[in-house]
């Protein structure tokens, strides 16, 4: 394997300490740093987020949502759906509906032409300077029918040169058009592979169409599975970032997750994102009709967390849906419809979006200079150092704690300890408060879904959830309003660390929680 | 000798339309139809026709006589 550990940085390279001094800044083009084969542990400095990161693999990825955990306070990312073809079945999909592998399961997106897509892409970024990246995902497989994608971006590059490209792809028709893919300076590809072994993809996908036939059973999977290796591998030498998507379904590829994640590590894989399979009845998937069930989210974590020091993990993805428009969690498709964009007098202003993202820059330097300042705080309490407790975020997003708790529809989760507060997910929840009432029933499901935190972090919340909360053992806080996150995280962190060393309150663990599945599709 | 879109099965994919050895499949109001004029049931081309082994929808495409009958 030749390939192997090319631009591969680990996740705990990227994502703990902050030894600046150690990085090598005169890596050459998409090479990491001198790892070779085997294990693919990068083992030289090269560490987290700006400071630290190899420049070129940084600036690959800064502004890319869906790579940077940063990023994705900030920048925005819009898919567009041009290729609703696919090349094979997966059977926690319907294809009446989105591609789940890269979107909202049960969502449709409107389906446009290239000509259509490239408009709509331009008229988005000229309003909403954010919009740094535009993918082509489902419906379909972005290369089954391959010319309307790339048609879409050589378009789009010739009017916006500034957007960044990106696909995602079951992988299957993948070796064919690696050469294709450079060629259009696309940067970011997504793979979904769910199993390395065809035994256990006989299990997930039903077949493929190949070489003019439909193959089913383990020979499909087995084709499928030296297609996406091979296209791993053949992206990875070429230096172009890859992120692998893992759908995760319990009794069939959970315990075989962690060969999914060495397999795809050693070939150079940048990100591996390990997401819950979503599967309800009215989705009409085979999965849905045969009561396969999600995982729940400490089974997710314990996925994640078992496959940590592998590919570098992200947690931040929301499955979301593949028009949407807006930072990732927020959705702004409604003021861009087709009719709406035909109408728009649309001026490409190169010089507002570079204005824009400075003063993003700006930003994320002050953020990244709270946390420093709120690790401090926790220094030499010998109470903090055993403990790690997972805390709810509601934000709207800016990377600061300034969401109403009844406004939130979702909550990020940090795993927090003595030494960082670590993103590792998002919960979706219904909505508290409906047209300024809170609604009593909904609580429950709120706490269901936030069980396994020690404390809920919002800009304000009411009475009345302050109470069940604190009865379900959950800290509502509202004391760091507006804080970077990080900085309100750690912060709280060292304070209840602090009470529970001067003897105020017992340290306990807390349970699981529920991942919620209505939630992806009740807007839809 | 032709195949025959069943249109309120399809779902507009486009999956089948490159795949068709005689351009005889087109769009029509974001759905997919045959041309039964071209549509040579794949024969001579492949072994199985080939809009039928890509389709994601089971039954989508059938005989053209067992539509009439
Ligand atoms: S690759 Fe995507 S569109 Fe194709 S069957 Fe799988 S989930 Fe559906
Ligand atoms: S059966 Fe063959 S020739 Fe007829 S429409 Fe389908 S692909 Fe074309
Ligand atoms: S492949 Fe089937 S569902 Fe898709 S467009 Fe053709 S007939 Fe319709």
Known sequence: MESAAASYVSLADLKSSHNVLATPAEAPAHVGCGTSGGEGKASCGTSAGPDDMPAHVWDKVKNHPCYSEEAHHHYARMHVAVAPACNIQCNYCNRKYDCSNESRPGVVSQKLTPEQAVKKVVAVASEIPQMTVLGVAGPGDSLANPKKTFDTFRMLQEQAPDIKLCLSTNGLALPDLVDEICKYNIDHVTITINMVDPEIGAKIYPWIFWDHKRITGVEASRILHEQQMKGLEMLTARGVLTKINSVLIPGINDAHMIEVNKAVKARGAFLHNIMPLISEAEHGTVFGLTGQRGPTAQELKAVQDACMGGANLMRHCRQCRADAVGLLGEDRSEEFTLDKIEEMEVVYDLDRRRTYQERVEAERQAQHAAKVEALAATEGNEAAKDIKVLVAVATTGGGRVNQHFGHADEFQIFEVSAGEALFVGHRRVDLYCQGGYGEDEQLPSIVNAINDCHAVLVSKIGACPRDELKGAGIEPVDAYADEFIEKAALSWFADYTGRVARGEIAHAERGDASIRQGAFTAAA | ?69
Do not use: H, R, W
């Open chain 2, 1 to 69: 000798m032709s195949l025959k879109i069943i249109a309120n099965l399809c779902t507009g994919c486009s999956a089948c339309e490159p795949e068709c050895p005689n351009e005889a499949i087109s769009e029509l109001k974001n759905l997919f139809v045959i041309d039964p004029d071209k549509c040579t049931e794949c024969e001579g081309d492949y072994d199985t026709p080939q809009c039928v082994a890509v389709c994601p929808i089971d039954d989508c495409i059938l005989p053209l006589q067992t539509q009439a009958a």
